[in-house]
């Protein structure tokens, strides 16, 4: 049986975006850190990632279907943090968000990974951003970097 996997690498002509929401800019600044260490570990070039800024969350979707309807980039890496507080607000962003992220993934066909921390409290999500639980930014962005080479095995 024949297994197509992608690979762990980049060969430095891919073209990433980054959307950030940057609503609890605390922890998704160091989300955007882990997502560009990612890439430049796995071989991008420093020149082909960009990072594109939006209020929050619930804002991602749009940027995502501007950015891929550019046909600029090759993947984009989304990044923020919902943390639930005393209201239903919560669940309707982190809702809409993934839902919002994964419509417009699947309309375009680029890989799309979605790093957006929905948590509990401040202190699951500090551990989420590159404490205990690792950096769910770099996490996102590695799965953008192995669905970009299994993209090409398959074509």
């Known amino acids: 049986m024949k297994i197509i996997e992608g690979k762990l690498s980049l060969n430095g002509s891919e073209k990433i975006a980054v959307i950030n929401g940057r609503f609890?800019?605390?922890?998704?600044?160091?989300?955007?850190?882990?997502?560009?260490?990612?890439?430049?570990?796995?071989?991008?070039n420093k020149d082909n990632i960009e990072l594109i800024l939006v209020p929050g969350a619930f804002e991602i979707p749009f940027a995502l279907e501007k950015a891929l309807s550019s046909g600029k980039y090759d993947a984009v890496c989304c990044v923020g943090a919902v943390i639930r507080g005393s209201t239903p607000h919560f669940d309707y962003?982190?809702?809409?968000?993934?839902?919002?992220?994964?419509?417009?993934?699947?309309?375009y066909g680029k890989p799309v990974a979605n790093?957006?921390?929905?948590?509990?409290?401040?202190?699951q999500a500090i551990e989420r951003a590159g404490s205990k639980a690792g950096n769910k930014g770099a996490e996102a962005m590695v799965t953008i970097i192995e669905m970009l080479d299994l993209y090409s095995e398959m074509a």
């Open 24 to 44: 609890n800019h605390i922890i998704t600044d160091r989300l955007v850190e882990g997502a560009q260490d990612a890439f430049l570990r796995h071989g991008g």
């Open 93 to 107: 962003i982190s809702a809409e968000a993934t839902k919002g992220i994964a419509t417009v993934g699947l309309k």
């Open 115 to 123: 790093g957006v921390l929905t948590t509990d409290t401040i202190e």
